[in-house]
């Protein structure tokens, strides 16, 4: 089962939706961690662990986030992730 988590500053925290995403991936054996803060230091990733999980890391820019409204963010972070997805295929 998918499971999407959340690393992001407090002012944008609510505008992100962990729920939603999870709920699109469904029953995938992948694990998401959307980070989502004011600085450079967190990048794209991904690993495989022993068991076969999938993991990734998808920034989403701090700076356009911000500006967004929710609906506008789950779309940002539904496209991340059909990419990323799509780039590991």
């Not at 998918?2 to 694990?31: F, P």
């Not at 803060?37 to 068991?51: I, M, Q």
């Given at each position: 089962?998918?499971?999407?988590?959340?690393?992001?500053?407090?002012?944008?925290?609510?505008?992100?939706?962990?729920?939603?995403?999870?709920?699109?991936?469904?029953?995938?054996?992948?694990?998401?961690?959307?980070?989502?803060?004011?600085?450079?230091?967190?990048?794209?990733?991904?690993?495989?662990?022993?068991?076969?999980?999938?993991?990734?890391?998808?920034?989403?820019?701090?700076?356009?986030?911000?500006?967004?409204?929710?609906?506008?963010?789950?779309?940002?972070?539904?496209?991340?992730?059909?990419?990323?997805?799509q780039q590991?295929?």
């Open positions: 089962m998918a499971k999407v988590t959340l690393a992001a500053n407090e002012e944008i925290w609510d505008l992100l939706d962990d729920e939603y995403i999870q709920d699109y991936l469904g029953d995938l054996n992948v694990n998401i961690l959307f980070s989502c803060v004011n600085t450079n230091k967190w990048a794209d990733d991904s690993w495989v662990e022993k068991d076969g999980s999938q993991y990734y890391i998808i920034k989403l820019p701090y700076e356009v986030v911000k500006t967004m409204n929710k609906q506008q963010v789950r779309a940002l972070m539904l496209e991340k992730t059909q990419e990323r997805l590991a295929a």
